[in-house]
């Protein structure tokens, strides 16, 4: 691998050596199941200083270093961050993550990206890590900093990681709340794919485009408490609308890119029998939805114009298709009122048109394994009911609270030393990867703790250096003050 290249953007601001490396990292493909330039680079950073580690098939990294100075010789900590990055962009943007770097910039105290998301989740982790690994005079145990892959997919590096690789029975997990916030117990999640296979059929009749943009989107576990507008959930009303006004036959329909991330943009593209019937109906919902999502969604645009397809749909793929975006649940399902939480929600993440057929992506989240079954249980019965077929992914579990940390109780005194506010502890409705790992060392000691930013899973994300500045601070004096 060759050397990155120069010159670096962030020369000069704090915490210089984490963005030192956030900046490499920046620069090299490592969108989910496209880490391995990234892998490639985290071993020859461990070969040029001499250190120990291991890597595996998935790309997961496992870098090892000897303890200094007066702690030594206590037991290991672990440090832990994930390699891969949700990869979206604007509509409109030339950008190709698998080839060009991520187009980042700085905004005052903050790193954005032109038009694309930035990777701070979980780059703003690989940096500190690595920065404590190339630090000589930072007194520290032996450290076992642990770079998983695919944690965006499904978290399937944390899940095949083996668990033999790790020997510390105490780990920091930098992917987890936001400034003065840790994360102390996660939500479990699975994917639900629906296949709806069609014939291509000669187009007949008024074709007509809709595309709709300009959503909020974000983190479809963060941020799907505030009700943020799903493009793929208002595409489908506005189809079903103009299915009532006059017949239609679907060529194609788009949406979203993860299914963990609240979609932004739907396109959708179908022969009617009366266009202006059509476009009349969806120009009179879309204002109601406007008022619907006027504070969430300010900024969402109706875009529908005359077109010509190059083929429809079969009638019954069509109809089973805008029934379908119509049946399928999305949003929050059930509310934990005690933590002010969901309990279980739904994000119909992604909808995407192919050769001959349109597959159709949600995710479910939730802290409940029953309710997490009925939200299930209702997207299959939909497809049963259509008679389409259906596939699961790998389920994630979620990571239950644990009453005893000797972590959390030394993270609380020195972060408020630290930072200088009170470290608050709560629960999060977004997926980690400690939950994989409480099963596979059930006697792991988990601190999760992360830093200001701020759109994650979307275009907007943000980076906010003062308070990066404070995160890279406090790990070092956790590293420091373990006995």
């Not at 994930?82 to 409109?92: A, F, I, L, P, S």
């Not at 014939?199 to 505030?226: Q, Y």
């Amino acid at each position: 691998m060759g050397k990155v290249e120069r010159p670096y953007l962030l020369t000069g601001l704090e915490p210089a050596a984490a963005l030192r490396f956030f900046e490499d990292i920046a620069r090299l493909p490592h969108g989910s199941a496209d880490e391995g330039a990234l892998a490639d680079y985290l071993c020859q950073f461990a070969e040029e200083r001499g250190l120990s580690y291991r890597r595996d098939k998935w790309q997961n990294v496992v870098i090892k270093k000897r303890g200094q100075g007066r702690n030594a010789n206590v037991a290991p900590i672990a440090l832990q961050g994930h390699t891969d990055m949700v990869c979206e962009k604007n509509e409109g943007v030339a950008h190709d993550f698998h080839t060009d770097p991520i187009p980042y910039y700085l905004d005052g105290e903050w790193v954005r990206a032109h038009g694309t998301t930035l990777g701070a989740d979980d780059g703003l982790a690989i940096g500190i890590m690595l920065a404590v690994l190339d630090d000589d005079k930072l007194p520290h145990p032996p450290l076992e900093c642990v770079f998983t892959s695919q944690e965006e997919l499904g978290m399937d590096g944390a899940r095949y990681l083996s668990a033999d690789w790790v020997s510390a029975r105490r780990l920091i997990n930098l992917d987890g709340g936001s400034e003065g916030l840790s994360t102390v117990s996660s939500a479990g999640g699975i994917s639900v794919t629906i296949t709806v296979p069609f014939t291509r059929c000669p187009a007949e009749g008024e074709g007509l485009s809709v595309r709709l943009t300009g959503l909020t989107g974000g983190h479809s576990g963060g941020k799907i408490p505030e009700q943020r507008a799903n493009s793929n959930r208002l595409m489908g009303r506005l189809l079903a609308a103009a299915e009532q006004a006059a017949p239609l036959r679907m060529a194609s329909l788009s949406g979203g890119r993860k299914d963990n991330a609240i979609p932004r943009e739907a396109f959708a593209l179908f022969c009617t029998e009366n266009a202006e019937a059509a476009a009349g109906v969806m120009q009179t919902l879309f204002l109601q939805l406007k008022q619907e999502y006027a504070k969430t969604d300010p900024d969402m645009i109706l875009t529908i114009e005359r077109a010509e397809p190059a083929f429809m749909m079969d009638e019954a793929a069509s109809r089973k298709l805008v029934l379908l975006m119509q049946l399928l649940p999305d949003g929050v399902q059930h509310w934990n009122h005690q933590f002010a939480l969901p309990t279980t929600s739904a994000n119909l993440g992604v909808v995407e048109t192919l050769e001959d057929c349109t597959t159709v992506r949600s995710s479910i989240r939730s802290t409940s394994q029953t309710m997490q079954d009925e939200v299930q249980n209702k997207m299959l019965s939909a497809a049963k009911a259509l008679e389409l077929p259906w596939r699961l992914s790998e389920a994630y579990p979620s990571w239950y609270y644990r009453e005893d940390s000797p972590l959390r109780r030394l993270a609380a005194p020195l972060y408020r030393s630290t930072v200088g506010v009170e470290l608050v502890f709560q629960a999060t409705h977004g997926g980690l990867e400690c939950g994989l790992f409480c099963e596979k060392w059930p006697d792991m000691d988990i601190l999760s703790i992360g830093c200001l930013t701020e759109g994650v899973h979307s275009p907007d994300e943000a980076l906010n250096l003062p308070s990066y500045e404070k995160l890279y601070l406090f790990v070092r004096r956790m590293l420091e003050s373990l006995t």
